[in-house]
């Protein structure tokens, strides 16, 4: 009997990683948790979460990123270790107080490195300007609800939907061609 394989969200048994014209493009594997604060628990929530960040931000708690996905929602990012299931670690951390979903196979992350503005700007309609480091925005790339994580001011995480990971790929590398032209 064959034994099951990892795959990455593009199919390949190691995770991508490219320099595109003056971009380098880097296909990540974080495992991810969403975090939706049940009702009258935000006080409750943020004391055993200190540092969960307001709309727009990015925070470090411990060994993972928080950062914001919309209102009382939070996404959890740490590293991925095959034998631990974080969703079920902070469903129990969290008992009564969020609802916790495991989202490491929903979602792609690519982070891209580079100068930003002129790649990004032809890509979503986000001031990419007025963009600081530590900050997240939602938006849109070729039709495809994202996140856009600002981790310093050269680099930026693009999470997608795992599904879409080719046509996510494929709009940064043709983006990055033009702007390094």
Not at 152 to 175: D, F, I, K, W
Request: proline share 4%; aromatic share 8%; charged share 20%.
């Amino acid at each position: 009997m064959d034994k099951l394989m990892a795959r990455s969200a593009l199919g390949r048994a190691d995770l991508m990683d490219r320099q595109v014209g003056a971009y380098r493009i880097i296909e990540q594997a974080p495992a991810l948790v969403s975090c939706a604060v049940r009702r009258n628990q935000q006080v409750a929530l943020e004391e055993k979460l200190p540092g969960l960040p307001v709309v727009g931000g990015v925070s470090e708690i411990d060994a993972m990123v928080a950062f914001w996905t919309g209102p009382g929602q939070w996404m959890l990012e740490m590293p991925y270790h095959s034998e631990r299931d974080p969703a079920a670690h902070w469903a129990d951390q969290l008992l009564g107080l969020a609802s916790v979903t495991e989202q490491t196979d929903a979602w792609v992350r690519f982070d891209v490195t580079g100068a930003l503005a002129p790649m990004f700007e032809r890509l979503a309609m986000i001031d990419w300007r007025s963009f600081g480091v530590g900050q997240v925005q939602r938006g849109a790339l070729e039709h495809l609800g994202c996140f856009f994580l600002r981790r310093t001011v050269e680099t930026l995480s693009v999470y997608g939907p795992r599904s879409s990971a080719a046509t996510l790929l494929h709009a940064l590398e043709q983006a990055a061609r033009r702007v390094s032209q």
